[in-house]
Nanobody, 127 residues
Framework: QVQLVESGGGSVQTGGSLRLSCIVS????????MGWFRQAPGKEREGVAA???????SYADSVKGRFTISKDNDKNTLYLQMNSLQPEDTAMYYC?????????????????????WGQGTQVTVSL
């Protein structure tokens, strides 16, 4: 059974930083794509960043230069380092995993069809 467990959310002021973690267990294959998605109240889920089997990454334009996605394969953990946080970054953040897909497609559209999801962790950025 595949499980994804996120942690690291919280409340920060504008300009602050947070690091999200997502521990993966039970995935039946060594190669899989992962990503971070977020959903704010009243808005659609959007892809923030993705990381594929080759270690390539994809970012939404709104977070480029501020967020960094990375993965520790020994720990089966996906990270999202978020710097220079803004109030518009406030959302529930989810990690997701699927069999390896086209990177940008997964990041853009995976919020609608990714196979495995964590429970989410809340990020709140105040002025």
């Amino acid at each position: 059974q595949v499980q994804l467990v996120e942690s690291g959310g919280g409340s920060v002021q504008t300009g602050g930083s947070l690091r999200l973690s997502c521990i993966v267990s039970g995935y039946p294959y060594n190669c899989y794509i992962m990503g971070w998605f977020r959903q704010a109240p009243g808005k659609e889920r959007e892809g923030v960043a993705a990381y594929d089997c080759d270690g390539d990454t994809s970012y939404a334009d709104s977070v480029k230069g501020r967020f960094t996605i990375s993965k520790d394969n020994d720990k089966n953990t996906l990270y999202l380092q978020m710097n220079s946080l803004q109030p518009e970054d406030t959302a529930m953040y989810y990690c997701a995993a699927d069999h390896n897909r086209v990177l940008d497609l997964f990041r853009r559209d995976g919020g609608n069809w990714a196979k495995y999801w964590g429970q989410g962790t809340q990020v709140t950025v105040s002025l």
